[in-house]
């Protein structure tokens, strides 16, 4: 077995902690994350010292160890990690104490009601694009090996999902909250925008409706990345001037862009 400094590691822990990450992660590096991520953001805004922190209720994250490592380690943001406290905390079970009930189905706004799945469809898509590409080619998406498939991940987060994406859903929260609120904290059929939640009346799963821009039919044409663009305009270009020479009117424009984004679509139909 080689050692340790051949393999590029400066101590046998290094091996160990490397080994057990390929299937475990030490929640206090997710707390670290967190904490430093979070502050780097705010930097020299007006909330650079008095931002909150949330976190959803995983339950590691809330442990005992957990919160005394956040109290040793950042005293000065213990205070600012929100949870259930002081009075409030006597209005929930035990198990929700100075922890958090976890997040409403209704409130995945932004990446988990459809920022995921953009990013999803855009690795496939990406695939498929650039299955024209020579295996070689640097630009190619694939997903055959786990490093590959980490390749592909982040340069398909260049482009999906897009700000407007975001933007447009988050916006949408406060209508999301009343319903809520109306609904009296029970599930809101038509917002619960994950599958395989429980029903409010406990007769077992409630199988939400996809909201109408998540359905197949819906779907914006695909942002493409830059390296998948000469397979774009290899597939496109043809179609394009073939158009163009039969389009002699104003709308020759409108009509390209949407041709672009209809072969997007059966692209995506492709890689599903």
Not at 11 to 21: F, L, N, Q, T
Not at 33 to 61: C, L, M, W
Not at 89 to 95: G, H, I, N, P
Request: proline residues 4%; glycine residues 4%.
């Amino acid at each position: 077995m080689a050692s340790y400094r051949a393999q590029g590691f400066t101590s046998y822990r290094e091996v160990v902690k490397a080994e057990v990450h390929k299937k475990y992660c030490d929640v206090r590096e997710l707390i670290d994350h967190v904490i430093s991520e979070s502050t780097e953001a705010y930097r020299g805004t007006a909330r650079e010292n008095d931002f909150f922190i949330y976190h959803d209720a995983r339950k590691q994250f809330w442990e005992v160890g957990a919160k005394e490592y956040i109290r040793i380690k950042y005293p000065e943001m213990e205070r600012r990690i929100l949870r259930i406290t002081g009075e409030f905390a006597t209005e929930v079970v035990k198990r929700y104490k100075d922890s958090v009930v976890g997040d409403s189905p209704e409130m995945a706004r932004a990446l988990d009601s459809y920022g995921f799945a953009d990013l999803e469809l855009s690795m496939l898509f990406h695939v498929s694009l650039t299955s024209v590409y020579p295996d070689n080619d640097p630009r190619k998406f694939k997903m055959n090996t786990p490093s590959e498939v980490w390749r592909t991940m982040t340069r398909c987060w260049e482009v999906e999902p897009t700000s407007e994406r975001v933007i447009a859903d988050i916006e949408d929260w406060p209508r999301v909250l009343r319903a809520i609120r109306d609904a009296e904290g029970t599930i809101v059929l038509g917002e619960a925008l994950r599958n395989r939640w429980q029903r409010s009346d406990g007769k077992g799963e409630l199988k939400s409706k996809f909201r109408s821009r998540q359905r197949k039919s819906t779907l914006h044409g695909r942002p493409v990345h830059p390296d998948g663009q000469e397979a774009f305009d290899r597939l496109t270009q043809p179609r394009i001037d073939a158009l163009r020479a039969v389009v002699h009117t104003g709308t020759a424009v409108e009509n390209t862009i949407a041709l672009r984004q209809e072969i997007t679509m059966e692209i995506q139909d492709y890689s599903d």
